[in-house]
């Protein structure tokens, strides 16, 4: 059966104590043995059970059982937020002296985190992960991991996810992508060689924006008796969880960013209808995109959808639609205070994959700090508007993108 059918049915599966069909909301942090024994044996690792509320929980391992589904995995471990996913694993599996490699187009927070390893003597290049070659070109022998995202906000760029997993497979590299942009229910990266697949589960995968959440999956891909950074006492475990092991022990346990059983509740409600949502939030999104593309109130539109976008038979190939993230230039003629101030079926929001479309300036906002030059070799432009789309009806989202454009021609 596809996920999408094993997924309305796995917390029946699993087996829940008086038939609930959804997994009941356990917000229970300690749990009794009647043996003493039984407690050796968990916190041993010799029999599965639950020990504090930290380290697991019977609600986000209803989700985390979810994900493992979705992202067609092996083992997925939930967390607080999609930084405390990513900041989990680094901590986890990185050591100074190690050299890691990652995309320059990323997630904001993503990058600072990575440049606070790089001051814990964490050697990190930064580089342009459309092109393979790039990539390529910095790996050496302390190289431990390449991580990348599918869609690149706010710009669009699409990584060369199949020639970059091509490329770990045979280095042996660690292949880490976070595929919150794209969501299982457009791209799966365990097909293309990665080994870890983040989710911010705060965006698409929830969708209502009403809880926080992150999830690391294990794809089974990777060969963890090769991964140098296993500490001796994770070695007793089976190599294929030796990774996740870690991350759940050096990561979630010791850093402590444990995703609560109502947020984990809130997300799994979500995810039953992330299939449908990213069908037409894709379809909602390029409608919208043409629409801007061919009104002359817009100076230009980054969508992976459009034709014209450089990666958009990339894209085209690995996920089928184009999700929901876009960013535009307005025309000169057109004020951006007063272009965004006009519309009414869009939020001014920083946040992004919720079911409203929100927008925000990316200038002066999400990229106020790094000053005017950087943005400018980013391609930041004064006029950029980032897009979120969401499930309005699209027709009443292209009419009032249109009444605040003419509202806001100077
Ligand atoms: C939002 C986001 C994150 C971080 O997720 P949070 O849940 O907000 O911590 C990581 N990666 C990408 C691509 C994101 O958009």
Redesign the pocket.
């Known amino acids: 059966m596809k996920p999408q059918t094993r997924l309305l049915h796995v917390d029946r599966d699993a087996g829940s104590p008086n038939g609930e069909l959804h997994a009941p909301v356990s917000r229970n942090i300690a749990y009794h043995y009647d043996r003493c024994a039984d407690i050796e044996q968990v916190f041993q690792g010799r029999m599965k059970g639950y020990t504090y509320g930290r380290q697991a929980n019977p609600t986000v391992a209803a989700l985390e059982r979810k994900i493992t589904l979705l992202e067609e995995g092996t083992d997925t471990a939930a967390f ?7 900041s989990a694993m680094l901590f986890a599996l990185l050591k100074a002296g190690d050299h890691v490699v990652a995309s320059s187009f ?2 904001g ?2 990058r600072s985190l990575f440049e606070s390893f790089g001051r814990f003597g964490v050697d990190v290049s930064f580089v342009d992960a459309t092109d393979v070659g790039q990539v390529a070109a910095v790996v050496n022998d302390r190289t431990r991991l390449v991580f990348v ?2 869609i ?2 706010p710009r669009t760029q699409v990584a060369d996810l199949k020639a970059i997993g091509a490329l770990c497979g045979e280095a042996g590299l660690l292949y880490v992508v ?1 595929n ?2 794209t969501t299982p229910s457009l791209f799966k990266p365990a097909t293309l060689g990665a080994g870890f697949v ?1 989710n ?4 698409y995968m929830a969708g209502h924006g009403a809880c ?3 999830s690391l999956t294990d794809t089974g891909r990777f060969d963890w008796s090769r991964f140098d950074n296993i500490l001796d006492v994770y070695r007793s475990q089976p190599a294929p969880s030796q990774g996740l092991h870690q991350v759940r022990k050096k990561g979630l346990r010791d850093m402590g960013s444990t995703l609560s059983p109502d947020s984990a509740n809130l997300v799994a409600l979500g995810l039953e209808t992330l299939n449908l949502r990213m069908e037409r939030i894709s379809t909602n999104a390029l409608a919208l995109a043409r629409f801007l593309s061919a009104h002359d109130g817009i100076h230009k539109v980054h969508y992976p959808g459009l034709s014209e976008h450089r990666e958009h038979a990339r894209a085209a190939e690995l996920f089928g639609a184009f999700s929901g993230l876009m960013s535009f230039e307005l025309a000169e003629h057109v004020d951006l205070h007063r272009f965004i101030d006009g519309l009414q079926a869009f939020a001014c929001s920083s ?3 919720d079911n409203r479309s929100l927008l925000i300036p990316v200038a002066s906002t999400i990229f106020h700090e790094m000053g005017p030059q950087k943005r400018r070799e980013m391609g930041i432009a004064d006029q950029l508007i980032r897009l979120s789309v969401g499930l309005e009806a699209v027709d009443d989202l292209c009419e009032d993108v249109g009444k605040a454009i003419e509202l806001a021609t100077v």
Do not use: C, H, R, W
Request: glycine letters at 18%; charged letters at 10%; a negative charge.
């Open positions: 607080a937020t999609g930084m405390g996913a990513i990323l997630f927070n993503t995202e599918t690149a906000n976070d919150t942009m983040v911010s589960l705060s965006k926080l959440g992150g946040n992004l994959g």
